[in-house]
T-cell receptor, first 112, second 112 residues
Framework: DTGVSQDPRHKITKRGQNVTFRCDPI?????LYWYRQTLGQGPEFLTY????????KSRLLSDRFSAERPKGSFSTLEIQRTEQGDSAMYLC??????????FGSGTRLTVV | KQEVTQIPAALSVPEGENLVLNCSFT??????LQWFRQDPGKGLTSLLL?????REQTSGRLNASLDKSSGRSTLYIAASQPGDSATYLC???????????FGGGTRVLVKP
């Protein structure tokens, strides 16, 4: 297994555009998490899934954000009508019922 | 609500010194605690995972302790090297598989 994969690594978009990120977790992991990290801060929780069910969403996840995990495998995070404040590193992690968390390399979003 | 604090926020030491990084959390009902390393612009790499039934975990030059009753964990790095320069983050879920709550991290610089 190659670990948690995130795509793309970098994304530059114009304000108002929609963007979608993908995360492929470790195949046997049933839980998948999304975090957002801004410069100099620790990661902030956005949402997580157990299999295909979305179990929790942070208040940070405004209605412009949506996450899915169809069939309990990969996950997508979509941001609609991007704003400059959305510029951040978006991190994905997976775990097997909480027995340690493995993170991907992240997707760096820049909104210009 | 779990809050995690890491002290100091930044640390600069000459090569060869031992490092002591502190992590405190407000809710002692923590399932396990994990230490991560993050290089600039990269994702998180897991260093050590301490289960709630354990008091410490060791890997090479790294040793981490966990005291749930006092809400503290400490990461020791022996004989620091310039390659240890990075940001170190601690986090733990309240229950198995739940979201991680992160501290702000400790930024470490080891000078040759």
């Amino acid at each position: 297994d190659t670990g948690v994969s995130q795509d793309p690594r970098h994304k530059i978009t114009k304000r108002g555009q929609n963007v979608t990120f993908r995360c492929d977790p470790i195949s046997e992991h049933n839980r998948l998490y999304w975090y957002r990290q801004t410069l100099g801060q620790g990661p902030e929780f956005l949402t997580y899934f157990q299999n295909e069910a979305q179990l929790e969403k942070s208040r940070l996840l405004s209605d412009r954000f949506s996450a899915e995990r169809p069939k309990g495998s990969f996950s997508t995070l979509e941001i609609q009508r991007t704003e400059q404040g959305d510029s951040a590193m978006y991190l994905c992690a997976s775990s097997l019922s909480g027995d340690g968390y493995t993170f991907g390399s992240g997707t760096r979003l820049t909104v210009v | 609500k779990q809050e995690v604090t890491q002290i100091p926020a930044a640390l600069s030491v000459p090569e060869g010194e031992n490092l002591v990084l502190n992590c405190s959390f407000t809710d002692s009902a923590i399932y396990n605690l994990q230490w991560f390393r993050q290089d600039p612009g990269k994702g998180l790499t897991s260093l050590l995972l301490i289960q709630s039934s354990q008091r410490e975990q060791t890997s090479g030059r790294l040793n981490a302790s966990l005291d749930k009753s006092s809400g503290r964990s400490t990461l020791y790095i022996a004989a620091s090297q310039p390659g240890d320069s990075a940001t170190y983050l601690c986090a733990g879920p309240k229950a198995a598989g739940n979201k991680l709550t992160f501290g702000g991290g400790t930024r470490v610089l080891v000078k040759p």
